[in-house]
């Protein structure tokens, strides 16, 4: 979810359908900076990223599947792309 894009509610719906289809109980969404985080406007700033209402969504429709959503953050592997905005930057 945090290469290049980040799939729509519908489409992770749609992925989790299929998995969940071939027999799949677990779904790791992978994310670097793709969700929101108070006071931080740029997390995911032009690359798409999950409010807090969508995250529960996608949750609570993977749990109707009998699926576990386990969320995998790598923020601290790609602080560099958060560093390229001013507000970030380290002096």
């Known amino acids: 979810?945090?290469?290049n894009?980040?799939?729509n509610v519908?489409?992770?719906k749609q992925w989790i359908d299929i998995t969940a289809d071939l027999g799949y109980n677990t779904l790791?969404?992978?994310t670097e900076d793709t969700?929101?985080?108070d006071g931080n406007p740029y997390f995911g700033y032009m690359r798409g990223r999950y409010s807090r209402e969508e995250l529960k969504e996608i949750n609570a429709y993977a749990l109707k599947k009998e699926m576990e959503l386990i969320p995998c953050t790598q923020m601290?592997?790609?602080q560099n792309v958060c560093?390229?905005?001013p507000e970030?930057?380290?002096h």
């Open 1 to 3: 979810m945090s290469r």
């Open 5 to 7: 894009a980040v799939m």
């Open 28 to 30: 790791m969404l992978y």
């Open 88 to 90: 970030y930057k380290v």
């Open 83 to 85: 560093r390229r905005w």
């Open 10 to 12: 519908a489409s992770v």
């Open 76 to 78: 601290l592997a790609h």
């Open 35 to 37: 969700f929101e985080v």
